[in-house]
């Protein structure tokens, strides 16, 4: 029967001193594979917190848990872990303040996402967001049509950063308000200026069907041309 308080599992887990290296080495593996793996989840994953906070948030985590109900993990190991989880986390966040190569490899950077009132439909679809919820974002912003934007990003906290026309320089563009949105067609009834309803392109169509220019799509929305109010 183990006694309560055994100093030496208490603290080691009857483990060799020698262990504690081995520790050292699964860390910094584990460090690496969690940060490729929220650099691989696309930015909107890690909203609102860096890249780097996330992996001290879940490494820490993970250091902490177990010792705290498994008996069979030691203390001092689980230490060791949050002693190189927190120098690979400084060393990481001074690597990316010195180098910006460095930095745009492990955190990302700024994609474009809207250009002139359209859709970057190549950046668009390498950031793996689904359009509802990225009109939603613009929505939040006070952007009733894509007119309104001159350049929207995407930041490499996920956060989206808008760049607007001024009031006499709003184009025609893509409505995003859903009951407009949604008004989709693919014969045109009468002439106007209609967006593309995949990638906001506008032209002016007469009557009949059109195919995007740029997309190559045939869904129409009517464009609008209003000012934004803020």
């Known amino acids: 029967m183990k006694e309560i308080f055994e100093w030496n ?8 001193l020698i262990f504690l290296l081995e520790i050292v080495v699964r860390a910094t593996i584990m460090f690496v594979v969690i940060l490729i793996a929220l650099r691989s989840s696309g930015k909107r994953g890690v909203k609102q917190l860096s890249v780097y906070e996330l992996v001290l948030i879940i490494g820490l985590g993970s250091a902490a848990g177990d010792p705290m109900f498994y008996e069979d993990v030691g203390i001092v190991p689980a230490i060791t872990v949050f002693v190189i989880i927190i120098l690979l986390y400084r060393t990481a966040t001074w690597l990316s303040g010195k180098s910006k190569k460095i930095g745009r490899l492990l955190e ?9 009132g359209r859709f970057s439909i190549q950046n668009f679809e390498k950031e793996d967001l689904a359009q509802d919820e990225f009109f939603s974002e613009l929505r ?3 952007v009733e049509h894509l007119g309104q934007v001159r350049v ?13 026309y001024e009031d006499e320089d709003v184009k025609s563009g893509l409505p995003l308000i859903p009951e407009v949105f949604n008004r989709k067609l693919e014969i045109i009834p009468s002439k106007g200026i209609y967006a593309c309803a995949f990638c906001g392109e506008t032209k002016e169509i007469t009557q009949g069907s059109a195919t995007c220019p740029v997309c190559k799509r ?5 464009a609008q041309s209003n000012r934004r109010i803020s």
């Open 218 to 222: 045939k869904e129409w929305v009517k």
């Open 152 to 164: 929207g990003l995407i930041e490499p906290s996920g956060e989206i950063s808008l760049f607007f």
């Open 108 to 116: 990302g950077k700024p994609v474009t996402l809207i250009e002139d």
């Open 9 to 16: 599992r208490f603290f080691f887990n009857d483990l060799p």
């Open 140 to 142: 939040q912003q006070n």
